[in-house]
């Protein structure tokens, strides 16, 4: 069983008046020969072992992730929820368009020693689950303490946008705020049809050449994963190959194209119409809504794949007036294509989100998530807002380095609390966020106001008291913060 986990990395740089992105290597075609072409902090360039696949002849080079992606403590021990199997890294790859796409792919083994019979859902979702939970290191990343897999995303993409930059380590960049990650997908690929819960989405076979192919989305620690599995079934050698590139090509595309949206609508990406960076977003906005529209790519539905993950939710749409307002000038056409893709992504949807416990009991429960985004685990839309309004500011601030540090901790210990609490039916998230977004707006201004940048952070550490083992964590996360800004701890 091979489980693949693929970041996207959204690179807007490409867009600005102005970067200090590097032209090398040659993407999509890099050199692989007696002096390949390299990625700082990545690794060189290389051909895959199979060669390019028919359907995606410009995916046949990648840079080695290696050195971007380290596993402590794998194939060490099996799996806590399949404990019949073994973990083991097939690959660590990082792929780019040469513009704003580029995506790490990380491939997970499982493997046993013994004949085991066909796994039940709770134990390949667990499985899964376990997978995404791996204890990973990034280099230079802060927490310097290994994190789960799942959670590597954004710093994965400050490695990225270290790696392929021309500025010395360590300078000032304007264009690094528009460098970030989308989130995190899992293709799971199998050699027989999988048991799974009911409430799976599963396509016809015979619209996907005879493959199994499921969708699901997972609990993890830090928040909800998409996860699709699919097995070969009756379909012909090498297109569930096709099918496994398909779907993870889809997913990154869908998400640079979410996060280029979400820059020209903080503003952070600015549209200016008659220029060339303009000429360029207009151009990218109309071949992406071109291509993510199609009915079908290279022999796989991709119309009907949409379709499954529409079917899985219950969607409300929420407005979204402001991005309109920042495209002004953009042609009218392609205006129409990205509002009607707008209600489609940035939907509220009710989704089945499923978790293996403690014991391998499978649990279902509803939760609301924003479509395109990770957000910390069952946290409602309002709690949510808030969270993604504090990782903007944070990614955004031009403060020292340490301080943004300190603010992801304390982030990454709010954004799992609102998501605990929501699921538990415990403390006020709401109250947890909106003391995290003041805390955040306040600890980055260039003279922070010290009476409320500490308010706000014991209003967090009230809002956290009633969780015994979280509070110690929080309280010094704050406390970090509040020291790196000048004002007094909280004791």
Known sequence: MLVAVQFPICDSRVFAESSSRLAVPDWPSPRTDLYPQFVRYFGPAARRRLGANPAWFDEGIYCS???????????????????????????????????????????????????????SAPQLLGGVQDVLELPTQVPGAQPRAPLPLVAQGPALADLYHRGSSKLAPGSADEGRGLVEAGAPLAVVELDERPALPRRAVVIEP??????????????????????????RHSAEPGYVRTLRLTLLRLHAEQETLDLVLKHLQRGTLEFK??????????????????????????????????????EADRVAYRNSDELMNRL?????????????????????????????????????????????????????????????????????????????????????????????????????????????????DQATKEKPFGEVVRAAGREIVDAVSGFAERATPVLRAVNAVLGLVGVAALV
């Open 65 to 119: 992730a290696k050195r971007a992606l380290r596993f402590p403590t794998l194939g060490d021990r099996p799996l806590p929820r399949l404990p019949t199997h073994v973990a083991g890294c097939a690959f660590r790859r990082l792929f780019s368009n040469g513009r704003s796409t580029a995506r790490i792919e990380v491939g997970i083994s499982l493997s046993s020693d013994y004949l085991v019979p066909r796994l």
């Open 328 to 440: 002004s000038g953009v042609r009218a056409q392609i205006r129409q294509k990205i509002a009607k893709y707008e209600e489609e992504r940035r939907a509220v949807r009710s989704v089945p989100v499923f978790n293996v416990e403690e014991g391998g009991v499978l649990t279902v429960n509803e939760q609301n998530i924003s479509g395109g985004t990770f957000y910390g685990p069952v946290v409602n839309q309002v709690v949510a807002d808030h969270i993604e309004k504090s990782f903007n500011t944070i990614n955004q601030a031009a403060v020292d380095e340490d301080l943004k540090q300190a603010l992801m901790v304390l982030h990454e210990e709010v954004k799992q609390l609102t998501g605990d609490m929501t699921a538990q039916g415990e403390g006020d998230p709401a109250r947890l966020a909106e003391a995290m977004e003041t805390f955040t």
């Open 206 to 231: 015979e619209s996907v050449q005879g493959t199994f192919l499921a969708f699901t989305r997972v609990r993890t620690t830090l928040g909800v994963v998409g996860c699709w599995f699919l097995a």
């Open 273 to 310: 119409p008659g220029t060339e960076a303009g000429e360029l977003v207009e151009a990218y906005l109309n071949e992406m809504t071109k291509t993510l529209g199609k009915f079908e790519r290279f022999r796989a539905p991709q119309a009907k794949i949409v379709s499954a993950l529409a």
